[in-house]
């Protein structure tokens, strides 16, 4: 099995910033594309950021230019630097991953860490 552990959310002014962190732990051979995805209340869960393995990056329209992810390829973490923040990013944040176990790849999520942004 493979655990993410996401951290790092919390209450924010509008302008501010956090960073995210995701941590990914258990057994398997590599963590191949991790990304961010988010869930406002009474909303669908949407894609908000991904990187792969070797670091290139994509971002939805919505954050592209306020929201940086990285990783560390040794640590198996994952950030979301998350800079001008506003009242529409309120929601939970949740990391998602692709491991490779044995000959397959497998997908996994992590339990969540709320954003709150006041606006």
């Known amino acids: 099995q493979v655990q993410l552990v996401e951290s790092g959310g919390g209450l924010v002014q509008t302008g501010g910033s956090l960073t995210l962190s995701c941590a990914a732990s258990g057994s398997f051979l590599s963590i191949n594309a991790m990304r961010w995805y988010r869930q406002a209340p009474g909303k669908q869960r949407e894609w908000v950021a991904a990187?792969?393995?070797?670091?290139?990056?994509n971002y939805a329209d919505s954050v592209k230019g306020r929201f940086t992810i990285s990783r560390d390829n040794v640590k198996n973490t994952a950030n979301l630097q998350m800079n001008s923040l506003k009242p529409e990013d309120t929601g939970v944040y949740y990391c998602n991953a692709d491991a490779t176990r044995a000959t397959r790849v497998e997908t996994y999520w992590g339990q969540g860490t709320q954003v709150t942004v006041s606006s």
């Open positions: 990187i792969t393995r070797g670091g290139n990056t």
